[in-house]
């Protein structure tokens, strides 16, 4: 492959693009907020944690409000996919703040990290209280 040399007249300057033009200022701040590379990756493990544990309260709000919730055994398919989505939505909250406090915040800017702790720490708590509610009322006959 043949090697492309720039000289020194043809790179642009810190924020500008290669044609000579000023990058918007929310272009600069988006650019800055992904200069944390451990950050972005804690938050988007942490909105993926958010899809998935809205994919089994979702899955469960189904199966009650169609009545196969009843019908439900250690033996059906739909009983083991909401089991694996709680595991994997418990794994995922657990890897994500982890990567969020011990990596994100080492560095800066700081935003991602803390935004993707707190949304990985909300959803996190509220879907064990879901699950400990929901266990909770099934012990009880109701």
């Known amino acids: 492959m043949p090697r492309v040399l720039h000289s020194a007249s043809s790179r ?3 924020g500008q693009s290669p044609e000579g033009q000023a990058g918007t200022e929310s272009d600069l701040h988006w ?6 590379q451990p950050a972005l ?12 544990h809205a994919s089994w309260i979702g ?3 189904y199966l009650t409000q169609s009545g196969q919730a ?15 989505l709680l ?13 969020c406090l011990y990596f ?4 800066s800017p700081r935003t991602l990290a803390v935004i993707g702790f707190f949304v990985s720490f909300f959803f996190g708590t509220l879907a064990t ?7 909770i009322r099934a012990m009880s006959g109701g």
Request: charged fraction near 10%.
């Open 12 to 14: 642009s300057a810190p």
């Open 31 to 36: 650019r800055d907020l992904l200069k944390n």
């Open 41 to 52: 990756i804690g938050f988007l493990l942490s909105m993926v944690q958010v899809i998935v």
């Open 59 to 61: 899955l469960l709000w």
């Open 70 to 84: 009843a019908l439900l055994n250690d033996h059906s398919w739909q009983s083991w996919l909401m089991v694996g």
């Open 87 to 99: 595991g994997l939505g418990l794994v995922l909250t657990g890897v994500s703040m982890f990567v």
């Open 104 to 107: 994100g915040l080492r560095r």
């Open 129 to 135: 209280a879901l699950v400990f509610m929901t266990a």
